[in-house]
Structure formats: structure tokens, C-alpha cells
């Protein structure tokens, strides 16, 4: 191996400087202003609260095995399930992929040298990291059991954990999220390459936009919502409250308000990853690239007008909640849209079963049962049985752990060696693939017959007659949770032990494989100029030269 | 707990309401078309992913840019699908929502963690409600304190209990059994202790369970007993021409002036309104003099003087809240009086208590 190495360094022309090594002070890395770096800080933070939330999610299962509340006394079990949805939903599932793979691949797609504000990109990663510590103080002082939606009169009034630590903490990290969406904003409309069209953008681009338009439009109105719930729950202003004056209903269309579309914030950037996945590792060009396109902008804007599906059982008019079930159904057509393009895309290509696309596969099969049964939750007269029910634990599961989740895991499989210059190992990986597969489906499966048997969610105690069925569930954690370790472990062993990596390992022409792994501070050697579609795998991609093959092809010295 | 379950298909609910049979076609239906297409796309997945197989290493696929036609087929026919869906989801939403006109009602007071029922004839229950099979029952639900959510399963049907306001939830049992009953809303440490069951009998079997348990006033006379002599409302709306708070006789169900010149319906959650915020909606041509009795009055007492001022008669067209206790005073007149009255549960009522006698002991989980 040494010498093939030895070879090609002297072939071909390596810069002896990347983005890595170019300094190892704590400071070059926290006061660091390249979108690469600042990506790598995402990604350490984000997936530790990954783990985080696994764990009480690990505990929340481990209840479960008995129908009595045996392991964690209710009050315990309300902070756990709570810690975890807090935890998953704004300090993990929300950022993951735009402020990781986002951050670190939109300035190398459209080959711009970084985002269009380096310092506020840093900003939000602080701004992230504080509500962050906000959140685990709230944590550490007692927790709060009001569940991560935070419902209203129980969290203004009766609740008597740190509600309003909690809901700083997601109101600050709000900010870091709109800073990122302004960012990617505005790097997309001004930081293009030369011929790098709108319609040449990699999807992942495109769903990137879509997403930073609803963090843009969504995210001040949750914050906001927070805002009232603390002025209420301090100073006993009645906002939401009915005993001094509220309106419990409210709280729920605010909070719906931004938390349905934040939703889409979480499954847009992983069907962006998914594009990508299956555009490249089919080899050829998408299938329908614009009604892909723009289907992402149309979920972001439908996505904003369906929230009321969270009422239907509420007491809200009972014509409001026919009209959002109307528009729930719209809002599931440009998802159809994407499945069927992704599909077509396969049809005569060259497909590779590398690990990538081992997630993007399983990413398929399980955005399939997460999208087909929101069908269920959105039909009105079913989710009065449905509602609250462990039935809607699964769906939305699928769509969180089977949609954001396999995209984030396919998306760093996919893009690791041009984050660290480093080659996994391709036999684990496509090991952790599958033992995610099969641990997710077991866990969550049983879980949509349970729901259709009535098992409320949030309940720390159930039936004995339903007692089967979530020990199945339990097993499948342990088998999920062991499918989500493996990752860490080989991905970790191969920073300091992993093979060096191909500037181009799978000769792709996106522009950011068209760079060196990792990628030198300023991304590229001289700006590129693009002459060819997106996923172009013809001559007009210039990859079929001996010269490019031979070059992208030799892992960096 | 041991609940029914001799359901023919394994590990679903037992069907026990008139809808419970609609809400599982509903399911069976989408559940054979999402099968149909989730099944088929899954296997064209998998099939292209075995058959184009790369054949070497970067290969190149086809070079298959999209179908104009393709995208117009797809995008219609999951369209035209789910539509279907949703109309046939608003017919059983719309049911399962509308309560009819003849209803017996049932009073439900929520309260962490606990269910409170009375029925029109005065009993009251804890966590356990016993209906008759066969006849349309409407929940007329709120709550001290957070949201909570009346949910059963077998009859395939919840609905919110929110504090500040009557939300309703009707059903028609339609086998004898015990089912489960649950909290589905979140609301606090033990959320998942606030369980109880629904106990449907035969009619005949019910009239017995009632004539069987000491009931106390019934709503209506609880109502009035408040009325006259408790909270003093009588002083000013009772007296005649001249009283100075606003007419209740006749009431119920009609269409108010108020100060300004808005009009709004004389509903239970109107009347509810106006005991405690009676500043907010003030009848043309009165004073705004009425204090308030928030913090005076509980929910259930609440629920008692509505039934009362509901029971001095009204517009009997109000058929979606109007309806009197089956027991209620002649007084009533309303044609929406409920159903059968067992005739034998006037004499019951007798002995009457204020602090009416329960049928259970409080649960043990039921120390706030």
C-alpha cells in the first residue's frame, strides 16, 4: 500500500495544506470561520446529543418491557420521554443535516470558497451550543415533564419542572437556525459559480433552500409562542391559560405552527441526501431533476398551511379540521413525487451497493411506511382513533429515525472520506446498514399495531394485554441501538487508522468531489467553472479522460 | 383489569359503537390501497436494485432525463387517491363530531388524574361509567385543571377535555362489556394511572345498575338548589318584570342582543361563560352589575346551574347542545328530553344529598 501511495504523491500534485491540518490549536478550531471546520463542530455536538437522546430513548423502552411503572416512577418517566423529545427534536434532528453536511457541502457544490458570512455561521454554532447548555441546565437542575410540546395550561400553570429554562434553551437555539437558513439563503442566490445555473444546483441545494425558507418564516413564530409561555408561566399574564384569561387552543397553533413545518426542516435535507444518494451511486442524472426540485419548495410552502392536523381532536371547528385534512393530502403529493422520480432513477442504471446507498435504499423502504401511514393520521375520521396514540409514535418515527436519521448516517458514509481524507471500513458499514434496518422495523413496527389497539402514548404504565408487543419493540432498541454504536466506532477508528482516501473514490462529477480530501481552506485551487448538468455522467463531464480518472481517483498524499 | 377480547382478528380492538365498524373500514381501506402501492414500489425498488446491478466499476447508467408524462401520471393518480380518502375521512369525521338531537347526556368533570361522571338521573361515578347499549349517549366533558382526553378505543373515539369550555363526545354502545377507558392528553405525573372503564349493559340491566345506586340530586336540582339558595342567583334573576338580571326562563338555545349590537346563541358554554366572566357578554338593556363567580363555583357546580337554567326551557331547536336531564323538572318541555326514564329512579331520588353518595371508593392514585 505504501507504495501506491508513494506513487501517486509523486504523480500528482498535493497540496501539503488542508482545512485539517492546517492548524491544531484549540483556538484555529473555535474561533475558526471556515464552513468546514465550523460543519465539524456541528457534527461532534450533534451526534453527542444524538447519543444523549438515545439514551433516555434507551430508557423510555426499557420501562416499557413491564406494563407497570417499575424502572422509572411516573415523574421520572414523564422527564425521560420529555429530555428525549427536547433533546431529538431541537438539539439533534433539527440541525443535523444543515448545519453538518449543509454547512459543510452547499459552498463546495456550488463552488464558492465558504458561505456567504463565515462569522455568523460561527455565531449560530454558538448560539447553538448555549441553548444547548441552557437546555442540559434545565436538565441537570430536575428536567421538566411537560413533554417536548410543552402544552399549555400544564406547562404555564401546574407543571413545576424548569419549563422555562427548557424553552430558553429552544428559543436560542431557534436563533441558530435562523442564522443558518439566512446564510445558506443567501450563499445560493449570490456565491454561485460561474455557469453553476439554478438548474444545474445538486438537489441537495435545492432542498437546502426549501428548508432555510421555513427556518426563515418558521422559526419566530415558535419562538415567539415561548416568549408568551414564559410571560405567562412568570407573570401570570393569561395568555394561555383560561383560568386567568387564556386560551389553551392557541398554544397549540402557535406551537403547530412552526413545529409541523419544522417537521419538514427535519425530512428536507435528507431527502436532499437521498437525491444525491441515489443519483450517484445509480450513476446517471436524476430522474425528473425540476418536479424534484420543486417539489422540495413545494412541501416547504404547502407544509406551512397543514398544522390544524394536530387538532383534529383538540375541540378546534370541526370545518377547520376537514380543510387541514384537505390540505394534508396536497402536502403528501410532492413527497409521492419525489419517491417515484427516486424510483425511476434506479431504472437502467449501474447501481452500486456500497454503503451510502445501502441507507438510501433502507432510507426508501422506510420513508415508504412513514409517509403511506401519514395518510392514516391525515384522514380526519381516522385519527380520532388514532390521535395521541402509539400509532403516531411509529409514524413519525419512520419518517424522524426512518427518513432524517438513515438520511444523516447515509450522507457522513457518503461524504466522509472528503470530510477527513479518511476510507471506513466498507465491511462494517454495510453491517451497520442493515442492523439499522432491522432494529428500526422491529422497534417501531410493533408500535402502529399497538397504537390501532389504543395504547395512548406518554403513558409510563399500560395493559397487561398489551404487554407482547412492546417487549418486541424493546428488543428492536437494543438491536437499533447497537446498529447506531457500530458507526461510531469505525468512523472513529478510521480518523487515526482508516486508509487514505480518493479525492474522488467513486469518480462523481459533482463539484465537490472535483477538489482534493479533504479539501484545502479555500475549497478550490481556482474557482471552477461548470459547463455541465447536474449528475452528468457523459463525456461532458470530463470524468472519462485517463487524466481525470487517474487523478481524482489517487487518495491524497 | 381483564377487558373483553374476543375479537376475530388478533391484536385489534373489540368493535363495541355504532361507528367503530365505519372507522375499521376506513382503516381497512387505506390500509389495502397504501399495501398496494407501498408494496408495489417497494418490490420495483428492490428489483431495479438487483437488476442494474453495476456490471464494473463506474459504469455509467442510462442517459434517462425524465417523462413529461410520467410526472403528470404520478402526481394525478396519488391526487385522485388521496382525495378519495379524505372524502370518505370527512363522512366518518363528521359523524363521529356531530352529535344528533337525541342524545342522553352524560356529565364528565376531568381532573388530574381522575374522571368524574354524573348522570342525568344525579348518580355520579368515578373512573367508571356504566351506559346503556343501544342508545345515544353524549359526553358533555371539561376540566379543572389541564387538557385531558377522553379516549375508548373499542367505540374508536376521543375527543379533548379542555378547561375554560364544554367539548362534547358522542356514541352509541352497541355490545355489553367492559372496555378501557383512557386519558390520551398529557396532563402530568400520572397520566398514565387516569384509566377507567366504560361498562356497557343491556337497557334493561342499566335501568337496574341505576334504580340499584342511591343517586343524589340530579343536575337540574342540584342547579337549582345553587340557584336559590347557595349562591343567591335568584335574587336578582328570578322576581319578574322587574328584575335586574337578565331573563333565564325561556333561555336556552336562543338568540341573544347583547351590548353593542352582537348577537350569540345561548349554548351551554354561553351560559358557562357568563356565570364566570359575566362581564365579557352583557344582555341588551341590562347594567353590567353581576360580579363574578369564578373561584366560587366548581366545575361540577357549574355544570349543575347550566343544567338548571337549561331545564327553565328554551329554544328546543339548539339540537346540537340542548338537552335536558331525563329526569329533569316538567318544566323542561324540551323535545329533546332524553329517552327512557326508569320510572323507579324518581323514588331514588328521594334522600336526596348534596354531597352526593358515590358508587367507589376514590382510587388510591387520585391524591393531588
Not at chain 2, 355504532?18 to 428489483?47: K, N
Not at chain 2, 354561553?270 to 365579557?280: E, K, L, T, V
Request: proline residues 5%; aromatic residues 14%; neutral net charge.
Amino acid at each position: 500500500m505504501q507504495n501506491i501511495d508513494a506513487i501517486n504523491s509523486e504523480i500528482i500534485e498535493r497540496p501539503a495544506v488542508n482545512y485539517l491540518n492546517n492548524g491544531y490549536s484549540l483556538k484555529s478550531w473555535l474561533l475558526t470561520r471556515d464552513h468546514k471546520r465550523i460543519a465539524m463542530l456541528y457534527l461532534a455536538s450533534v451526534s453527542f446529543f444524538f447519543m444523549l437522546g438515545g439514551i433516555f430513548a434507551g430508557l423510555i423502552r426499557l420501562e416499557l418491557l413491564t406494563p407497570q411503572s417499575d424502572l422509572l416512577e411516573s415523574a421520572s418517566y414523564n422527564k425521560v420521554f420529555t429530555a428525549h423529545g427536547v433533546i431529538m427534536v431541537f438539539l439533534f434532528l433539527i440541525p443535523a443535516i444543515p448545519a453538518t453536511l449543509g454547512n459543510f457541502l452547499i459552498p463546495l457544490m456550488i463552488g464558492a470558497k465558504d458561505l456567504a458570512f463565515p462569522r455568523i455561521n460561527l455565531l449560530s454554532w454558538y448560539l447553538y451550543m448555549s441553548g444547548a447548555a441552557v437546555a442540559a441546565y434545565a436538565l441537570l437542575q430536575g428536567g421538566v415533564d411537560t413533554g417536548w410540546t410543552f402544552y399549555a395550561p400544564y406547562s404555564t400553570t401546574f407543571s413545576n419542572g424548569y419549563v422555562v429554562a427548557t424553552g430558553l434553551g429552544a428559543f436560542i437555539i431557534g436563533f441558530s437556525s435562523i442564522l443558518t437558513g439566512l446564510n445558506f439563503i443567501v450563499t445560493v442566490h449570490t456565491m454561485r459559480a460561474p455557469g453553476m445555473t439554478w438548474f444545474r444546483l445538486p438537489l441537495f441545494v435545492w432542498a437546502h433552500y426549501a428548508t432555510s425558507l421555513i427556518m426563515i418564516l418558521g422559526t419566530p413564530v415558535v419562538a415567539i409562542t415561548i416568549l408568551l409561555l414564559a410571560l405567562e408561566r412568570l407573570a401570570k399574564v393569561g395568555i394561555f391559560d383560561p383560568a386567568i384569561g387564556g386560551d389553551p387552543i392557541l398554544f397549540q397553533h402557535l406551537f403547530w405552527f412552526y413545529s409541523h413545518p419544522a417537521v419538514y426542516i427535519m425530512i428536507l435535507p435528507s431527502m436532499g441526501v437521498i437525491s444525491e444518494l441515489i443519483a450517484n451511486f445509480s450513476r446517471k442524472r436524476i430522474f425528473g431533476y425540476e418536479f424534484v426540485a420543486f417539489s422540495s419548495i413545494a412541501i416547504a410552502v404547502i407544509g406551512f398551511i397543514v398544522w390544524g392536523h394536530h387538532l383534529f381532536v383538540s375541540g378546534q371547528s370541526i370545518y377547520a379540521g376537514l380543510v387541514f385534512s384537505f390540505l394534508t393530502m396536497v402536502v403528501a403529493i410532492p413527497s409521492a413525487v419525489k419517491t417515484f422520480n427516486w424510483t425511476a432513477t434506479l431504472y437502467k442504471g449501474s447501481i452500486s451497493w456500497d454503503t451510502p446507498m445501502l441507507y438510501a435504499l433502507g432510507f426508501l423502504g422506510l420513508f415508504l411506511v412513514g409517509g403511506l401511514t401519514g395518510l392514516f393520521l391525515g384522514t380526519a375520521g381516522l385519527d380520532i382513533h388514532l390521535s395521541d396514540t402509539y400509532f403516531i409514535v411509529a409514524h413519525f418515527h419512520y419518517i424522524m429515525v426512518g427518513g432524517t436519521v438513515m438520511g444523516y448516517l447515509g450522507g457522513i458514509h457518503f461524504w466522509w472520506s472528503k470530510m477527513t481524507g479518511r476510507e471506513y471500513s466498507e465491511f462494517w458499514g454495510k453491517v451497520s446498514a442493515m442492523v439499522v434496518f432491522i432494529g428500526f422495523n422491529l422497534l417501531f413496527f410493533p408500535q402502529f399495531i399497538l397504537g390501532y389497539m389504543g395504547m395512548p402514548r406518554r403513558y409510563a404504565s399500560y395493559p397487561e394485554e398489551l404487554q407482547v408487543l412492546n417487549i418486541f419493540s424493546t428488543a428492536g432498541a437494543s438491536v437499533l441501538g447497537v446498529g447506531f454504536i457500530m458507526p461510531v466506532f469505525y468512523l472513529v477508528h478510521s480518523l487515526f487508522f482508516g486508509k487514505k482516501a480518493a479525492d474522488n473514490p467513486w469518480l462523481l462529477p459533482g463539484l465537490e468531489w472535483r477538489t482534493a480530501s479533504p479539501p484545502i481552506t479555500e475549497n478550490f485551487e481556482s474557482t471552477p467553472i461548470v459547463t455541465w448538468e447536474a449528475y452528468e455522467f457523459g463525456e461532458e463531464s470530463g470524468l472519462h479522460t485517463e487524466e481525470a480518472r487517474r487523478t481524482t481517483l489517487a487518495p491524497t498524499a | 383489569m381483564i377487558m373483553q377480547q374476543n375479537s376475530w382478528i388478533p391484536l385489534f380492538p373489540e368493535q363495541a359503537s355504532s361507528f367503530a365498524s365505519e372507522v375499521d373500514y376506513l382503516y381497512f381501506f387505506i390500509l389495502a390501497v397504501t399495501l398496494f402501492f407501498g408494496i408495489g414500489c417497494a418490490v420495483v425498488i428492490f428489483f431495479f436494485a438487483v437488476k442494474y446491478r453495476e456490471k464494473e466499476k463506474f459504469g455509467r447508467g442510462a442517459d434517462i432525463h425524465g417523462s413529461m408524462v410520467l410526472e403528470v401520471t404520478w402526481t394525478i393518480i396519488p391526487f385522485v387517491i388521496s382525495m378519495i380518502i379524505f372524502i370518505f375521512g370527512a363522512v366518518v369525521f363528521y359523524n363521529l363530531y356531530r352529535p344528533p338531537a337525541d342524545t342522553m347526556d352524560i356529565y364528565v368533570v376531568g381532573k388530574q388524574w381522575m374522571w368524574k361522571f354524573q348522570h342525568g338521573t344525579g348518580q355520579r361515578e368515578i373512573n367508571e361509567l356504566h351506559v346503556p347499549a343501544g342508545r345515544r349517549i353524549k359526553l358533555v366533558m371539561t376540566t379543572e385543571d389541564v387538557i385531558h382526553d377522553v379516549y375508548i378505543p373499542a367505540f374508536r373515539t376521543k375527543a379533548d377535555v379542555v378547561p375554560g369550555r364544554y367539548s362534547t363526545l358522542w356514541f352509541e354502545a352497541t355490545k355489553p362489556g367492559k372496555y378501557h377507558l383512557y386519558c390520551a392528553e398529557y396532563c402530568g405525573l400520572n397520566h398514565s394511572g387516569m384509566r377507567g372503564s366504560v361498562i356497557v349493559m343491556p337497557q334493561n340491566e342499566f335501568d337496574n345498575w341505576l334504580s340499584g345506586n342511591t343517586s343524589g340530586q340530579t343536575p337540574v336540582e342540584a342547579g337549582r338548589d345553587l340557584f336559590e339558595n347557595k349562591l343567591g342567583c335568584a335574587s336578582c334573576h328570578a322576581g319578574g318584570a322587574n328584575q335586574r338580571g337578565a331573563k333565564l326562563e325561556g333561555l336556552f338555545g336562543t338568540d341573544v342582543k347583547l351590548v353593542g349590537g352582537q348577537t350569540v346563541k345561548a349554548t351551554d358554554e354561553y351560559i358557562r361563560n357568563s356565570i364566570i366572566n359575566p362581564g365579557a357578554q352583557v344582555v341588551e338593556g341590562y347594567q353590567p352589575i353581576m360580579p363574578t363567580f369564578k373561584g366560587q363555583v366548581t366545575e361540577e357546580q357549574l355544570v349543575s346551574l347550566v343544567a338548571y337554567i337549561k331545564s327553565l326551557g328554551g329554544n328546543g331547536s339548539a339540537n346540537m347542545t340542548s338537552t335536558a336531564a331525563p329526569t329533569a323538572p316538567a318544566a323542561t318541555g324540551s323535545p329533546t328530553t332524553g329517552g327512557t326514564t326508569p320510572a323507579n329512579t324518581a323514588a331514588n331520588r328521594q334522600g336526596s344529598n348534596p354531597n352526593a353518595p358515590k358508587n367507589q371508593p376514590e382510587p388510591a392514585n387520585s391524591n393531588r
